[in-house]
C-alpha cells in the first residue's frame, strides 16, 4: 500500500485516463507563477520537494497544474462522517430516513471509499475531514472502538457457544475499556442518540445485534477494523493527521487493540503501523503506554503476553505477520537511547519465552524472518559481555597509562640523548674547527719556508754566478796586472791591442763591490701592494666591479618583470662571503627563464620595504623602595615568617653552614625579597643601642631583628642562591650554545645552502638588472620577498617557481634541509641573555671562592663550599669555552653570508632559515596539490566534453537523487524529530524498514565479535574431535 503523494512525480499518474480533455495553452507567466503556487500549497510537499518542483520549467509546470485540476474529490468529507455516525446511533436501524441516506453500499464499502479519498485526495480536503468543525477523526477512531466490540463478542461466539465465567468477564472488561474510551470525549459531536448503554444492551441480545446490522446493512466487523487502520495509516502520512493521531487519547490504544483480529494481515498491518510511530520522537512511549492499555484490558499477567501467544502459537504460518512482529519487538526494544532502559525491555521480553524461540526461527527457511531475527539478535545487549567489556575496558586504560608513563619516559630519554648527540655534535665540529685550523697554520708555514728557500736558492745561484764573474774578471786583472808588470820593467805597458799608454806610477783603483741581494719577501699579512694610479691600464681578466670582482652584465629580459624587493650587498661588502663564490652568470644557461617570464610578465612592482626596526629594550622597572613600619611592609613580613617556619637559632645555623637541605632553595629567595634594608637596620641597631626591652617588640619586628643579628646574611643567601640554581643554569644554557654552534657550522658548511642562494641570485638579477643593473649579493631578509613576488593570476609565487625549478633542473638540491641541523633551536636563542647568565654565574663563583678563602682556615671550615667549588669550576670553565666558541662560530657565519653582528641576535638570524625552510616545504606542497588539482581539471575538461548531450537526464537524475537523499536520512537517523515529519514521512519509514531492518550502529560490531566467538567455539569443538 503505497502513498501517491510521496513522491513529486507521483502527482502525474493521477490523471484521468478515461477522459483525455484538451490542453489547454500555457498562460502568462504570472499567472502561471500564481496557479503553480496554489498546487504546491494544496500538494503539502516538503521544502526540499517543493524546491525541486519549482525548478521545473514551464512546459512542466503547466501540466502538473493540468494534472492536478483534473483530481477533483468525489464527495465531501460530510458524506463519509454522516455515514459513520448513523452507524454508531443505535436508533438509526428504526428510521427509515437514515436508513434510504445510507444507499445500498456496506459500511466496508463506505469506509474503502474514505481511505482512498484520504490517500488521493487534496491537503485541503484531508484538513477539512480533520478540522474542529468535523471531528473526523475522533469519529473514525469511535468507530473503531465500536467495530472492535462487535468483533470481539463475534470471535468469542464463534469460538465456544457458551461463555465461560473467564470469557465472560474478559468481555465485559473490554467493553467497559470502550465505553469509557467514548465516553471520554462526551463533546466531541452530538451524542443525544447515541449512547453507549443501549449500544451495549443492543449487542447483548443477539436478535437486535443481527437486525440492526442487517437494516444498516453493515458489513463484517472484521472487515472494517482492517479498513479503519488503513484509514489511519493514511491520515498518519501527512505531517497534520500524523501530529492529530500522535496527540489523541485513544487513537494509538485503538490501534494496539486491533492486534485481536483474527487475521494475520492486519495484524501485520497494525505491527507495522505501531513500528513506524516508534521511530518518530515521542511514539515510543506512546507505543508503551497502548500496550499498558492492552495488559489491562485483556487482563495479561505481561506485557506483550498476548502479542507473544500469536507470534509464537499461530494457526497458520503467515509471513508477513511473523517479519512484521519481529520487527516490531526489535524496534520496540532497541530503539530506545537509554541502555539500562533497553535491557529492561530484552529482560521483559526474555521472560515471555522470545529468547527461546528465537533459538528455533535462527534457522528458518525464510531469508526475511532470518534477517529480522538476526537484525535483533546483533542489536541485542549481553550484560555479562557488557561486564567482562568494562573490566577489559578498565585493564586497558591501565595498560594505556602505563604505555603513556613509558612514552613520556621514552620522550624524556631520546630528549637526553639528542641533547647528548647535539654536545658530541658540537665537540666534534669544534674539533674538526681547531684541525681546519691548524691545517691552515701548518699551509701557510709551509708556504712561509718555501719562500725562503726559494729566495735562498735563488740568492745563492746569484752569487755562485756573481763569484765566478768575479774570478773571471780577477783572471784578467791577474793577467793585465802580469802585462803591466811586464811593460813596467820595459818601461811601457799595453793598453790594449796594438795600443800602448805610458806607464803611470799611480796603482789601479780597486774592483767595484758586489750588487746587494734582492729583498726578501713581505710577511704574511701585510698589506697588498698599492693600487696602480688613475690611467693606468686595466688588470688582466676584465673589467673590475669591486675589489677582486668582475662587472656584471646586464641582463635584459623580452617582458617586464615583476621587482624582487630584496637587499643588495655593495661590492665591497661582498669580499670573503659566501656571495664571493657564487656564479650565477653560468645557471643562464641551464634555467628555463623563457617559461619563466612567460609566468611572471606584468608592470613592474615596487613593494618598498621599511628598514628594520631595531627591537625595543623593555625599560627596567624601578622597585619602589618600602619603609619598615608601613602596613604593608609589616604585613608581608607576617606572611614570609609564616612560610619561613624557622626558629631563629635554626635559621641562623642553616644559613652559616649553606645548607640547602636545611633552608631550601624557595625559602631562600623568600628571605632574600625580605632582607632588612639599610633603614631597618639602622633603627633596630639604635633600638638596642637605647636598650629598649625587645620583649614589647611584635613578632615581626623579632624576627627581622634576629636577622639583622647573623653576620653578611645577604651575602650567604645570595651565595645559597647561586648554589641552588647553578645546575639548572647549567643545563639551560648549555644545550643553547650547542645549538648555536652547531647551527651555525651547519649553515656555513653546507654546499647545497651556496648552491640555493646562487640560483636565487640568479632569478634576481634577471628580473631586476635590466633596470637597476646586476649585482653580487642579497641581505638574508631578502628570502622573505620571495612570496611577495607573484604571477599576474596570483596563483604562483617566486618561491614556487623556484621550488619546481630545482625539481627539474637541480634534484639534487631538493634534500637542502637536511644539511641544516638545530636551526630550530638556534633560533629560540638570545646570545645576550646568555652572556648576561653567564657574568652572573662568574660573580656568583667569585663570590662563593671569597667566602670559602675568607672561612676555610677557620674552626668549622665551610665543607659545603669546597664540594661546590670543586664540582662546579669545571663545568663553568666549559660553559664560558663554549660561549666563547659559539660567539666565534655564529660571528663567522654572520659575516660569511654578509650580515653585520652588530644587533643581530641568532634568534633574527636562524629564523630567517627557519622561515625559508618552511616556505620552501610548503611551495613543494602546493606545487603537489597544483598538479593534482590540474590533473582533476583536465579530466573534468574531457569528461564535460562527452557530457553535453546529457543536460535533460541530469535533472531528473537530480530529483531522483534529491529522493535518495531523503531516504538515506531516515535510514540513516533512523528516529525522526516530530516537527522533521513531512508528508509521505511515514511510508517512507515503512518502506525503508521493509528494504533494510532496523540496526544500532553498535550492532556491527557485537555482531563481528559473536560472530568470531562462534567461529573460535567451532574450531574448539574441531579440535576436541
Known amino acids: 500500500m503505497g502513498n501517491e503523494e510521496s513522491t513529486p512525480t ?15 495553452p500555457v498562460p502568462d507567466q504570472g499567472e502561471l507563477e500564481r496557479r503553480f503556487t496554489k498546487v504546491l500549497a494544496s500538494m503539502d510537499l516538503p521544502p526540499d520537494k517543493a524546491r525541486l518542483l519549482r525548478s521545473y520549467d514551464d512546459e512542466k509546470k503547466w501540466d502538473l497544474i493540468c494534472d492536478q485540476e483534473l483530481v477533483h474529490a468525489k464527495q465531501p468529507p460530510d458524506f463519509y462522517l454522516t455515514k459513520l455516525k448513523t452507524y454508531l446511533d443505535p436508533t438509526a436501524s428504526r428510521s427509515s430516513r437514515k436508513r434510504k441516506m445510507l444507499g445500498g453500499e456496506t459500511s466496508s464499502q463506505v469506509l474503502r471509499d474514505l481511505e482512498i479519498s484520504l490517500r488521493t485526495n487534496h491537503i485541503e480536503w484531508v484538513h477539512e475531514f480533520l478540522n474542529e468543525e468535523n471531528k473526523g477523526l475522533d469519529i473514525l477512531v469511535d468507530y473503531l472502538s465500536y467495530t472492535q466490540v462487535v468483533m470481539r463478542r463475534e470471535q468469542l461466539l464463534d469460538t ?47 436478535t437486535r445485534y443481527s437486525k440492526h446490522f442487517q437494516k444498516l446493512k453493515m458489513g463484517e466487523a472484521r472487515d472494517d477494523v482492517h479498513i479503519c487502520i488503513m484509514c489511519l495509516r493514511a491520515i498518519m502520512n501527512h505531517q497534520y493527521g500524523f501530529n492529530l493521531v500522535t496527540a489523541h487519547n485513544q487513537a494509538i490504544n485503538c490501534i494496539a487493540l486491533s492486534l485481536n483480529h483474527k487475521s494475520p494481515r492486519t495484524k501485520a498491518l497494525v505491527l507495522e503501523l505501531l513500528a513506524a510511530v516508534c521511530l518518530v520522537s515521542g511514539g515510543h512511549e506512546l507505543i508503551l503506554s497502548a500496550f499498558d492499555n492492552f495488559k489491562v484490558v485483556c487482563s495479561e499477567k505481561h506485557r506483550f503476553e498476548t502479542l507473544m501467544e500469536y507470534f509464537q502459537n499461530y494457526e497458520e504460518f503467515h509471513i508477513d505477520f511473523m517479519v512484521a512482529c519481529m520487527q516490531f519487538v526489535n524496534i520496540i526494544v532497541h530503539s530506545v537511547e537509554d541502555m539500562n532502559f533497553r535491557v529492561h525491555l530484552q529482560y521483559e521480553f526474555s521472560t515471555i519465552g522470545l529468547d527461546q524461540y528465537l533459538a528455533k526461527l535462527r534457522h528458518t527457511e525464510s531469508d526475511r524472518l532470518s534477517v529480522q531475527v538476526s537484525a535483533y539478535l546483533d542489536n541485542m545487549i549481553e550484560v ?80 755562485e754566478s756573481e763569484s765566478q764573474q768575479k774570478a773571471e774578471e780577477l783572471q784578467l786583472h791577474m793577467s793585465e796586472l802580469e802585462n803591466l808588470r811586464k811593460s813596467m820593467q820595459s818601461g811601457v805597458f799595453v793598453v790594449g791591442k796594438g795600443e800602448s799608454a805610458p806607464v803611470s806610477s799611480t796603482p789601479a783603483p780597486p774592483p767595484p763591490p758586489a750588487p746587494a741581494p734582492p729583498p726578501p719577501p713581505p710577511p704574511p699579512g701585510a698589506p697588498p701592494p698599492p693600487p696602480p694610479p688613475p690611467g693606468a691600464p686595466p688588470l688582466a681578466g676584465g673589467m673590475l666591479g669591486g675589489p677582486g670582482l668582475a662587472i656584471k652584465a646586464k641582463v635584459q ?32 644557461n641551464v634555467i628555463d627563464f623563457n617559461d619563466f617570464e612567460e609566468r611572471f610578465r606584468i608592470g613592474v612592482n615596487l613593494f618598498d620595504v621599511p628598514d628594520g626596526a631595531l627591537p625595543k629594550t623593555r625599560a627596567s622597572r624601578k622597585i619602589e623602595s618600602v619603609t619598615l613600619l608601613e602596613p604593608n611592609r609589616m604585613r608581608n613580613v607576617a606572611i614570609t615568617k609564616k612560610k619561613v617556619d624557622f626558629s631563629p637559632d635554626d635559621l641562623a645555623r642553616a644559613v652559616t653552614s649553606f645548607n640547602l637541605k636545611a633552608l631550601p632553595l624557595d625559602y631562600v629567595d623568600i628571605l ?59 643545563h639551560t644554557v648549555q644545550p643553547q650554545l650547542n645549538a648555536v654552534i652547531a647551527a651555525s657550522m651547519s649553515i656555513k658548511n653546507s654546499q647545497k645552502v651556496r648552491k640555493m642562494l646562487e640560483i636565487i641570485l640568479a632569478f634576481g638579477n634577471y628580473m631586476n638588472s635590466y633596470k637597476r643593473g646586476a649585482v653580487y649579493g642579497f641581505k638574508l631578509q631578502s628570502l622573505d620577498m620571495l612570496l611577495d613576488t607573484r604571477t599576474p593570476d596570483k596563483k604562483m609565487t617566486l618561491l614556487h617557481y623556484i621550488v619546481q ?91 660569511y653570508f654578509g650580515e653585520s653582528t652588530r644587533g643581530l641576535e641568532p634568534h633574527i638570524f636562524f629564523s630567517m632559515f627557519v622561515r625559508f625552510v618552511k616556505g620552501y616545504q ?42 535518495k537523499k531523503r531516504n538515506r536520512q531516515i535510514k540513516d537517523k533512523k528516529i525522526l524529530n516530530k516537527d522533521d515529519v513531512y508528508h509521505g514521512a511515514l511510508e517512507d519509514i515503512l518502506l525503508d524498514l521493509k528494504n533494510e531492518p532496523y540496526r544500532r550502529a553498535d550492532a556491527v560490531r557485537r555482531s563481528q565479535r559473536r560472530r568470531i566467538e562462534d567461529l573460535q567455539a567451532a574450531r574448539v569443538c574441531e579440535e576436541g574431535f
Request: contains cysteine; charged residues 35%.
Open 160 to 206: 465456544s457457544i457458551g461463555l465461560n465465567d473467564s470469557d465472560t468477564r474478559f468481555d465485559n472488561t473490554f467493553k467497559r475499556t470502550v465505553s469509557h474510551t467514548r465516553s471520554f470525549r462526551t463533546s466531541t459531536y452530538d451524542r443525544r442518540k447515541i449512547k453507549s448503554p443501549k449500544r451495549s444492551s443492543s449487542i447483548a441480545s443477539d
Open 805 to 895: 625549478t630545482v625539481e627539474q633542473k637541480f634534484p639534487s638540491l631538493a634534500s637542502f634541509v637536511s644539511e641544516l641541523r638545530y636551526i630550530e633551536k638556534a633560533a629560540s636563542v638570545s646570545l645576550e641573555n646568555i652572556i648576561t647568565d653567564l657574568n652572573e654565574l662568574e660573580k656568583g663563583m667569585t663570590m662563593t671562592k671569597r667566602e670559602y678563602e675568607a672561612r676555610k682556615e677557620s674552626r668549622d671550615p665551610p665543607l659545603v663550599l669546597r664540594d661546590f667549588i670543586a664540582n662546579a669550576d669545571d663545568k663553568l670553565q666549559k660553559l664560558k669555552y663554549d660561549s666563547k666558541t659559539a660567539q666565534e662560530a655564529y660571528g663567522a657565519v654572520v659575516t
Open 10 to 24: 507521483s502527482h502525474h499518474d493521477l490523471r484521468t485516463k478515461s477522459m483525455a480533455p484538451m490542453r489547454l
Open 384 to 463: 555479562a559481555t557488557l561486564l567482562d567489556d568494562s573490566e577489559a575496558k578498565g585493564a586497558a586504560l591501565e595498560q594505556v597509562h602505563e604505555l603513556e608513563e613509558q612514552l613520556s619516559h621514552t620522550s624524556e630519554k631520546l630528549l637526553e640523548i639528542e641533547e647528548e648527540s647535539m654536545a658530541k655534535i658540537v665537540e666534534l665540529e669544534k674539533h674538526l674547527t681547531d684541525v681546519l685550523n691548524e691545517k691552515n697554520q701548518l699551509q701557510e708555514r709551509t708556504k712561509e719556508f718555501e719562500e725562503q728557500m726559494f729566495t735562498l736558492q735563488r740568492t745563492v745561484s746569484e752569487r
Open 557 to 588: 629580459p623580452k617582458y617586464k618583470l615583476p621587482f624582487l624587493n630584496w637587499l643588495v650587498l655593495k661590492p665591497q661588502q661582498v669580499k670573503g662571503t659566501v656571495f664571493a663564490e657564487l656564479d650565477d652568470e653560468k645557471l643562464y
Open 672 to 730: 632574600i625579597r625580605m632582607l632588612p634594608n639599610d633603614d631597618e637596620v639602622k633603627k633596630y641597631r639604635e633600638y638596642e643601642r637605647d636598650k629598649k626591652p625587645v620583649g614589647v617588640l611584635s613578632e615581626e619586628d623579632k624576627f627581622m631583628l634576629h636577622l639583622c643579628h647573623i653576620e653578611r646574611l645577604s651575602q650567604k643567601l645570595t651565595i645559597m642562591s647561586f648554589m641552588g640554581n647553578f645546575f639548572d643554569t647549567v
Open 922 to 963: 610548503q611551495a613543494q606542497l602546493d606545487n603537489e596539490n597544483r598538479k593534482k588539482l590540474e590533473a582533476v581539471a583536465n579530466a573534468q575538461k574531457q569528461a564535460s566534453m562527452h557530457d553535453k548531450k546529457k543536460d535533460k537526464k541530469n535533472k531528473e537524475e537530480a530529483v531522483v537523487g534529491e529522493l
